[in-house]
């Protein structure tokens, strides 16, 4: 037998009869018939019910129907390209998810999740709508918040960072507030891996040096004063320390010098290969300059930190002339101390009548060295047949040498024995 209601109309199709009335009546009797509306679009959606039956002047029974059609926002999240599905508790790194890999106290990872309406009515999130929770939450940090509302077809996003301050994984949950139907709250499970950064720091004399440093001080040691050219030398030591959570890898070798003066330094320790985190190592650099004048260079540390490798700073120190006093007689050097006259050097003056006969000795003083040789008032040692031994000198007793200077020496001898 067929159905006694019936629809039709424009919009019959956004209409269903659900349950069919009773197939009779009887006298003083009643049945029901249900229509459920479920429009397929937005707006007023009309229909015709008819219920088909026997009474003489109206069959069918027929009357008009109608609903109104309103929107429903669809919310849709997606990151990297790639849906997210909503309580998805699996972080992936396809969907950017999973952040991935950062360093403990330096480096930070952001990812950009989309918003998306696919409803047919504004998707409403409101202020803030995004938040955090979860074990390690505070390892995350939403940068970026979405737009309060999505209009129909529209988009917004929600940046979030990972900053994390332990090692291993670090998760959270992502919540967007919105009015979806079925899906409201939206949140997915996110996260990301802790990882060990090392973290390089030198100091010289107990008082830090930052990298880069171009002024070079005596408190931190990277000014290392005065030396002689040519013989004197300054070493200084400065301690590279690795306050990270990581090893500081720095290599073989790691300290090397460069700039104008470089050769006038030298590398006699060079730090060890890593640093473990918390430990310490040094690096030693001695002065020995080549001319006078301030003499600098620039000590560079190869390591492995995220911002400061290498780690360099300015270095210098100054040269200072220092006199070099050499002696020679008849063109032959004579030996500071040397107590065995000879013929030779002219330190033996040979023989001389006493009484009469003199023997005079000219001795070469020279100064090879940079600065100022003062020689004061020379005086032989009078002693026993010596005493007769005369110099001639300058008047005021004192002489300065820049590059040499002669004295005379005249032997005049008092006795008949040897000196």
């Not at 039956?53 to 926002?73: K, L, W």
């Not at 830090?208 to 290392?224: E, L, V």
């Not at 010098?257 to 730090?271: E, R």
């Amino acid at each position: 037998m067929a159905s006694a209601s019936s629809l039709s109309g424009a919009h019959a199709a956004d209409f269903a009869i659900t349950a069919q009335p009773a197939a009779s009546v009887a006298s003083g009797g009643t049945t029901s018939v249900t229509v459920q509306f479920d429009p397929s679009a937005t707006g007023t959606r009309g229909a015709t019910l008819s219920i088909a039956n026997d009474d003489a002047d109206e069959a069918p029974f027929d009357f008009a129907i109608q609903g109104t059609g309103t929107g429903a926002p669809e919310i849709a999240v997606s990151g990297n390209g790639t849906d997210i599905a909503d309580g998805d508790g699996s972080p992936d790194a396809a969907d950017h998810t999973d952040f991935g890999a950062s360093d403990v106290g330096g480096g930070t990872v952001s990812r950009t999740f989309t918003i998306a309406n696919s409803g047919t009515d504004t998707l409403t999130l409101g202020s803030n709508a995004a938040s955090l929770s979860g074990a390690h939450a505070a390892d995350f940090a939403i940068t970026a918040q979405p737009a309060a509302s999505v209009a129909s077809g529209g988009t917004t996003s929600v940046t979030v960072q990972f900053d994390p301050s332990a090692t291993g994984t670090r998760g959270a949950t992502l919540s967007i507030a919105n009015d979806d139907a079925d899906e409201a709250p939206f949140d997915f499970a996110i996260q990301g891996t802790g990882t060990g950064a090392p973290e390089i720091a030198v100091s010289g004399n107990g008082t830090d040096i930052a990298d880069g440093d171009g002024s070079p001080d005596a408190a931190d040691h990277t000014d290392f004063g005065a030396s002689d050219v040519g013989g004197g030398t300054v070493s200084r030591t400065f301690t590279i320390a690795n306050s990270g959570t990581d090893t500081l890898t720095l290599g073989s070798n790691a300290a090397s010098l460069s700039g104008a003066h470089a050769a006038d330094f030298a590398i006699t320790a060079q730090p060890a290969a890593s640093v473990a985190s918390g430990g310490t190592t040094s690096v030693t650099v001695q002065f020995d300059p080549s001319a006078t004048g301030t003499r600098g260079a620039t000590l560079s540390i190869a390591n492995d930190d995220a911002d400061e490798a290498p780690f360099d700073f300015a270095i210098q120190g100054t040269g200072t002339g220092a006199p070099e006093i050499a002696v020679s007689g008849n063109g032959t050097d004579i030996a500071d101390g040397d107590g065995s006259p000879d013929a030779a050097d002219h330190t033996d003056f040979g023989a001389s009548d006493v009484g009469g006969g003199t023997v005079s000795r000219t001795f070469t003083i020279a100064n090879s060295g940079t600065d100022t040789l003062t020689l004061g008032s020379m005086r032989p040692a009078s002693r026993g047949p010596c005493r007769r031994l005369r110099h001639h000198r300058a008047a005021g007793g004192e002489c300065r040498v820049r590059r040499h200077h002669e004295r005379a020496v005249q032997f005049d001898p008092s006795a008949t024995e040897h000196a």
